[in-house]
């Protein structure tokens, strides 16, 4: 049975404050609450102590949140780290999740999202006990297998080999139905890492690699790994465990929970040991989701507040002018009410297509008539910011097999982002977006090419980024994330090319078939 989550937290913050206020809730929540005031504090605090759970401020003097989480997962990568960062601070927020930060909340931090917050954190550290508790199990039904075995061979060694292709040695009948049969990769090595034994399922994804050193099989390595748990094994006979990233035959990689357990002769030595190795590529999916999840819900928050700030003032200008029987002024809060609905509703189906991954239903049909269908629904949009909308479909394409659904959002998103890059940019007395399809060799070429308000260097290259936004409160950061997957899912490539003020030319390229 798994054992209770450990409910210690360590708070770090260089605002007295802060920590006062946090620690209180943190104790009504039933935490065992530590506080730091500097990241030096914390990280001494945290030797100590160990915390399962590290609650802490992006921006300190002295060692920061990024730089106090980077050692943290040095001393030990279990540990759940939070972040607390500023409405400002997005980017480091984002930062901190390529370092394996586990969430983040924002200042002023809410009691009710902090509390959500942990509960996905413990529960993230549930999973993971869950699966370590599952990994023992498989250890000791081993280990009570193989002393029965012993018992019943009475022999003088434990020869637990896998036959080579000479067969002159056997796993034992008994033990190699078990052997073979439990669904995690199984092997034996010895003292020079050679395999002496593999299951079934090792032979599935690495094929029959009895023979053959570990470290040449599992890394594509030409010598040792610096903390191999085998090494370990054979040092001290105790058992050693890792998460690890094996190569399979194929060249996909795998996330492992590796599990060292020594076997031994009967006068204690260790002659062989064996491995177990379990895929947790579904649990660090899920750490993933749940962590992109916390981030999405921050940046949408930033997000909805600005639009709904847009939709009052709308409502309040159809108000105004109903009051008043001033029709302009009804007109414009119209105009700006649907606006604002419609960026809404946009976000709102980004965040459903983010939510759930989806297959591509695929149809044959023209590119032409695919091309004229997309610019016709982008056209009145262009018509009504007096923006000029340029075509220039080739004639020469035929058709191509694509989910028309989902590839005419990923376009339509495009389009809508060179019609808002055009809107922004005041210094040009007018400007215009070209839409052109052609066909290249094998592909069919998309540009959507305008002269707006173009993309700074050092943003052009987060544009594609999961959060991402170049327009602040009013995006949310999904569009050209969500656009970018729905290509790669038509095994197509996006690019983007961009001047600061003088415009941006995206190019998407979708194969004719796959």
């Known amino acids: 049975m798994t054992e209770p989550i450990e409910k210690k937290i360590l708070l770090v913050d260089d605002e007295e404050d802060i920590r006062e206020v946090l620690g209180i809730s943190l104790s009504d929540l039933g935490y065992d609450v530590y506080t730091a005031e500097t990241g030096e504090e914390g990280l001494e605090i945290f030797s100590k102590i160990n915390p399962p759970i590290v609650l802490t401020d992006i921006k300190m003097p002295g060692i920061d949140g990024i730089e106090l989480l980077r050692k943290i997962k040095t001393i030990n990568p279990n540990t759940e780290v939070v972040m607390i960062t500023g409405h400002g601070d997005m980017d480091l927020a984002i930062k901190s999740f390529k370092d394996e930060a586990s969430d983040f909340i924002t200042k002023p931090v809410d009691v009710d999202v902090l509390e959500t917050t942990l509960k996905r954190v413990c529960e993230k550290i549930l999973i993971r006990k869950k699966l370590r508790d599952y990994t023992v199990h498989l250890e000791k039904l081993l280990e009570k297998k193989t002393a029965a075995l012993r018992e019943t061979q009475q022999t003088s060694q434990t020869a637990i080999e896998a036959p080579r292709t000479d ?102 030595k260790v002659t062989k040991v064996l491995i177990m190795a379990t895929n947790i590529e579904q649990v660090l999916d899920l750490q993933d989701h749940l962590s992109s999840l916390g981030l999405m819900i921050g940046s949408v928050s930033h997000g909805i507040k600005g639009l709904l700030t847009g939709l009052d003032g709308g409502l309040y200008l159809m108000d105004s002018g109903l009051c008043k029987d001033d029709k302009d002024q009804l007109r414009e809060g119209l105009e700006i009410t649907k606006e604002m609905a419609g960026k809404i509703r946009n976000m709102v189906l980004d965040i459903l297509f983010y939510a759930k991954d989806r297959e591509l239903d695929r149809e044959v049909i023209k590119v032409k008539e695919f091309a004229k269908d997309v610019a016709e629904v982008a056209a009145p949009k262009f018509e009504q910011l007096g ?128």
Not at 196 to 209: H, L, P, Y
Not at 425 to 450: G, P, Y
Not at 492 to 503: D, E, T, W
Request: charged residues 25%; proline residues 3%.
């Open 387 to 514: 923006i000029e909308f340029i075509r220039e479909f080739e004639r020469s394409m035929d058709y191509f097999n694509v989910d028309t659904r989902l590839l005419h959002s990923a376009l339509i998103n495009v389009l809508d982002n060179a019609a808002d890059a055009c809107t922004e940019d005041k210094s040009k007395a007018s400007h215009h977006v070209k839409f052109a399809v052609k066909k290249q060799k094998d592909q069919i070429l998309f540009e959507i090419i305008d002269n707006g308000i173009g993309i700074a260097p050092e943003t052009s290259e987060k544009i594609f980024d999961i959060f991402f936004s170049a327009k602040g409160k009013q995006g949310t950061g999904l569009g050209l994330f969500i656009t970018q997957k729905i290509v790669k899912q038509h095994g197509g490539k996006i690019s983007a090319s961009s001047q600061k003020g003088r415009g941006t030319c995206m190019t998407i390229r979708i194969p004719i078939t796959r």
């Open 167 to 268: 067969e002159k040695t056997q796993v034992p009948g008994r033990f190699r139905d078990l052997f073979n049969q439990l669904p995690c990769y199984i092997t034996l090595q010895d003292r020079d890492l050679t395999f002496t034994s593999v299951n079934s399922r090792f032979k599935e994804d690495f094929g029959d690699k009895t023979g053959f050193k570990c470290y040449t099989v599992w890394k594509h390595r030409n010598i040792p790994c610096s903390k191999c748990p085998v090494i370990k094994t054979f040092a001290d006979g105790e058992s050693h465990q890792m998460e690890e990233e094996l190569i399979a035959k194929s060249g996909r990689k795998i996330n492992v929970l590796v599990w060292t357990s020594p076997i031994r002769e009967t006068s204690g």
